[in-house]
């Protein structure tokens, strides 16, 4: 009885881990993402920038919700201060440091996730329509905070 009680505690342990670094859930508005965590220091977790997204723009978080399925935190792709879309990788995106600035953070999001439409569409990628995208919900956002 106490060995199976220990090997549920360590099975329970785990399974929080995994929950805690590696996943997104939210039940409500049915949207999983995969977070590929980073070794580089940052002062925000993937986690808060979305739970922002999610406060500051529904329809910005409908879109991270439908488009994709993973978010790599990894500056080697963007950049430390930006990110990028792989074509081959149709629903995942990838973002640099926080920079400190959630809303910055969030318009990254909201940037990359522009791409990831784009490309499941098939249409080329267009960075002045995600520019576009993120200084849109930028704005909107001024109104709010």
Same mark, same amino acid.
């Given at each position: 009885?106490?060995?199976?009680?220990?090997?549920?505690?360590?099975?329970?342990?785990?399974?929080?881990?995994?929950?805690?670094?590696?996943?997104?859930?939210?039940?409500?508005?049915?949207? @999983?993402?995969?977070? @590929?965590?980073?070794?580089?220091? =940052?002062?925000?977790?993937?986690?808060?920038?979305? %739970?922002?997204?999610?406060? =500051? =723009?529904?329809?910005?978080?409908?879109?991270?919700?439908?488009?994709? =399925?993973?978010? %790599?935190?990894?500056?080697? #792709?963007?950049?430390?201060?930006?990110? #990028?879309?792989?074509?081959?990788?149709?629903?995942?995106?990838?973002?640099?440091?926080?920079?400190? %600035?959630?809303?910055?953070?969030?318009?990254?999001? @909201?940037?990359?996730?522009?791409?990831?439409?784009?490309?499941?569409?098939?249409?080329?990628?267009?960075?002045?329509? #995600?520019?576009?995208?993120?200084?849109?919900?930028? %704005?909107?956002?001024?109104?709010?905070?």
């Amino acid at each position: 009885m106490k060995q199976l009680f220990k090997s549920f505690l360590i099975i329970f342990v785990i399974l929080f881990l995994i929950y805690y670094w590696f996943l997104y859930i939210d039940i409500k508005e049915k949207c @999983v993402f995969v977070l @590929v965590p980073t070794f580089q220091p =940052s002062n925000l977790s993937t986690k808060e920038t979305i %739970n922002f997204l999610k406060e =500051s =723009s529904a329809e910005e978080y409908k879109n991270l919700c439908i488009h994709v =399925s993973a978010i %790599n935190k990894n500056p080697a #792709c963007g950049g430390f201060d930006g990110g #990028c879309y792989e074509p081959n990788k149709t629903r995942t995106i990838y973002v640099g440091n926080d920079q400190n %600035n959630i809303a910055l953070a969030a318009a990254i999001l @909201v940037h990359e996730t522009c791409h990831a439409i784009q490309g499941q569409k098939g249409l080329p990628l267009a960075e002045g329509e #995600c520019y576009a995208a993120g200084s849109h919900y930028l %704005n909107s956002i001024t109104d709010l905070y």
